[in-house]
């Protein structure tokens, strides 16, 4: 008798065994409740028959295992892996929560975790072995970065572009109104793998110290077994919070034969920067998966990346744990952190992890989601994460919801709608409700365009192009109102809500500016629809009642591009905007503004919009790369107040590398009343009152600092 039949008949026979009437748990427990507590428990008759039972139950075990002793599960397995369990779902939420919503199951067991990927898992989909190479996933990630600072500092100074008021986005240049951080690629280097440390002081620039790449490998080596010296640091975004600097790594391991695990960690690393000469390591904390994004809040910083799953096709052991359960902090993630979507389709993990900033020795907390790309978008109390999936020729989204609150993260429900979502600014929480903006695809088979179904109703339609929607979700994630069929033939561009309003810009030849009236979620109604030429790929509150878009002009009748633009919208009546001024940059064609909301220096009390921008004159062939601040008064309109060329200047571009003005690194920020451009370790710094240049500073981790004062 093998051990797969011995397994079967020692299943079979207990499942025939009746349980005594007596032993039955309910009865167990409501004698063990009577009983005194005055009462030593280990002279406790109901003690002597739950141990009798755990007994029986090892032996069990042991039985069933004997045919591999030194097997071991997991010490956070919730079931018996051995068995065939199903999903649960998250059993602390089970309660308060409305029963018509679909609770987020967990993964329920390993083998059934195994089972879901094995089942899902096409590997030949996603990439070429034999080459090693990825060829169909290309890891779309909504990329967000940002700052935030707590210090208490009079002196006025620039927080990064980020989404949500109080919650800080990372950056890879942050300020905290004294020194200047920013990382930028060593010697050798086309990754970001150092930081330079800079004060910056009513214009004078002051070299502090280079976290060097030597340096990072060494503090990475805490969290690491083996050479520490095949460890590379790529910085992708950082945090300064109050005197702690947070670096997000992903850390490429050259001791890893295989390609596809060379890159499969992200690491924080903190840093004291109170003396910023001389940073002191703190930690470093290391989950699975590549760095997606991250938010930082009240102290506790939540940190997302994704790991895809690498199954060997001629593997079919459950018990090689290494191939397909995530690991957060070095250890694998328990079936009770790891939550399954609707329509799981992806051999992959997000990772969301959570810890305090003050006491950065382990995470506070960390789930996993088994799904791919996706978006995050993070309010004051709730993160959700959206991921797009195909199913039966639709293209819809799932929308998953966690609490957090002081690093913990707790799962409240899902929903599933039509369409994908552009962004993270495609989501907005508002008084309880989540507020969607989609563009929804037409479903199609093999013989072209199919009916199909919108979300809020059983109507079927014949589409023959995609259309734009609309959708609010109540707090309990059922859809409580909608729009839907929005400029067919179009996709959404940009979106930006503002309480009660939604605007949302769509394109094809001409850019409707849509505004939705929000105030009752139940019935959101389009209000106006203002078409102007060209279109916005990002939006911004530029004051009460003006609205900012930034994105490209385009010819209404041959839709060639004809330069960046800027408008200015009038939204004093919410429901009735205007065009009120607009100015386009001739012969420029890219911003990575335009894609990367914390690459624009916006603000409003100040007076500043700033970005990077490339430009092309087709008589000369000359390309250009430039940083230009605007301001914008009303009567007046859009004025120029600065243009800088990165490329000629002597001290932000670097002539032997032409990467040092192409890699879009160029940030600009303002400490008190003076402006920064930097450029990796290139530091130049601008009177704000008249944009003359006072210092340059270059700051090397291989030569003496390159410093220059201009009269």
């Not at 207990?14 to 507590?37: C, G, N």
């Not at 900033?357 to 993160?383: R, V, W």
């Not at 707790?410 to 495609?426: H, K, M, T």
Request: net charge negative; proline share 5%; aromatic share 12%.
């Amino acid at each position: 008798m093998n051990e797969q039949e011995f397994q079967q008949r020692l299943r079979e026979q207990t499942d025939t065994t009746p349980i005594p009437e007596s032993l039955a748990p309910e009865q167990i427990r409501e004698r063990l409740h009577q009983s005194s507590p005055s009462k030593k428990w280990y002279r406790n008759p109901w003690f002597s028959v739950a141990a009798a039972c755990i007994v029986i139950g090892i032996l069990s075990i042991s039985v069933l295992r004997i045919s591999h002793p030194l097997t071991k599960y997991p010490e956070n397995e919730t079931s018996d892996p051995v068995g065939d369990p199903v999903s649960e779902p998250y059993a602390s939420e089970k309660e308060g929560i409305a029963d018509d919503i679909r609770i987020i199951p967990t993964a329920g067991s390993y083998r059934h975790l195994y089972r879901i990927l094995a089942d899902h898992y096409q590997y030949d989909q996603f990439f070429d072995v034999e080459n090693g190479v990825e060829s169909a996933v290309d890891g779309d990630a909504a990329a967000a970065t940002g700052s935030e600072s707590a210090a208490e500092d009079s002196l006025d100074y620039y927080e990064t572009n980020a989404q949500v008021e109080g919650i800080a986005e990372a950056d890879i240049t942050v300020t905290d109104g004294q020194y200047i951080y920013s990382c930028f690629p060593g010697e050798g280097s086309y990754t970001n793998n150092e930081v330079a440390i800079v004060r910056g002081t009513d214009g004078t620039l002051e070299g502090c110290c280079i976290l060097s790449s030597d340096r990072l490998t060494a503090d990475l080596a805490s969290s690491y077994t083996g050479d520490a010296a095949q460890l590379h640091p790529d910085i992708a975004e950082m945090y300064i919070y109050q005197d702690t600097l947070i670096l997000m790594c992903n850390v490429f391991d050259e001791t890893l034969d295989d390609v596809f695990y060379s890159c499969q960690s992200t690491c924080l690393l903190v840093y004291d920067v109170t003396d910023a000469e001389h940073p002191v390591h703190l930690s470093t904390l290391r989950q699975d998966g590549t760095y997606e994004s991250s938010r930082l809040t009240d102290g506790y910083l939540y940190t997302f990346s994704k790991s895809y799953v690498y199954l060997d096709k001629t593997t079919t052991d459950v018990q090689d744990y290494d191939q397909y359960l995530p690991h957060v902090g070095g250890d694998y993630m328990g079936c009770d952190q790891i939550f399954l979507p609707e329509c799981p389709n992806v051999p992959a993990y997000q990772i969301v992890t959570a810890f305090r900033i003050d006491d950065p020795a382990q995470f506070t907390d960390s789930k996993a989601i088994l799904a791919g790309d996706g978006i995050y978008y993070m309010s004051p109390e709730n993160i959700y994460f959206a991921e797009s999936y195909w199913e039966d020729g639709n293209r819809s989204t799932e929308i998953m919801k966690f609490h957090y609150t002081d690093g913990t993260i707790q799962p409240q429900g899902s929903i599933s709608v039509n369409g994908y979502l552009l962004n993270q600014f495609a989501m907005d929480e508002y008084q309880g409700n989540l507020r969607l903006a989609v563009t929804v695809m037409p479903s199609y088979d093999d013989t072209g365009i199919e009916p199909y179904r919108s979300a809020t109703d059983d109507v079927a339609f014949i589409g023959g192009g995609q259309t734009n929607a609309l959708y609010v979700i109540s707090s309990d994630m059922e859809l409580v109102g909608s729009i839907e069929h929005l400029a067919k033939d179009e996709r959404i561009y940009s979106v930006r809500f503002m309480g009660d309003t939604g605007y949302f810009v769509t394109f094809r030849e001409t850019d409707p500016l849509f505004a939705v009236d929000l105030s009752d979620p139940e019935h959101p109604t389009v209000m106006d629809a203002l078409k102007v030429t060209g279109f916005s790929n990002y939006l911004h509150a530029y004051s009460e009642h003006l609205l900012l878009g930034f994105g490209e002009e385009v010819h209404p009748d041959t839709g060639e591009m004809l330069g960046l633009k800027l408008s200015m919208f009038d939204t004093s009546d919410p429901y009735h905007i205007q065009e009120i001024d607009k100015t386009v940059l001739p012969n420029s064609y890219y911003s990575t503004a335009q894609y990367n909301h914390k690459a624009l220096l916006i603000q409003p009390e100040r007076n500043l919009i700033g970005f990077y921008l490339h430009s092309y004159d087709e008589e000369t062939f000359m390309q250009t790369c430039e940083y230009v601040i605007y301001s914008y008064t009303e009567g007046t309109g859009f004025q120029e107040q600065c243009r800088v060329d990165i490329q000629s200047d002597p001290i932000l571009s670097d002539t032997q590398d032409s990467s040092a003005y192409y890699s879009d690194q160029v940030r600009g920020i303002y400490i008190g009343d003076f402006l920064y451009l930097i450029n990796g370790n290139r530091i130049c710094s601008y009177s704000l009152d008249t944009f003359e240049k006072q210092e340059g500073l270059i700051l090397p981790d291989h030569d003496e600092p390159v410093h220059e004062v201009y009269p």
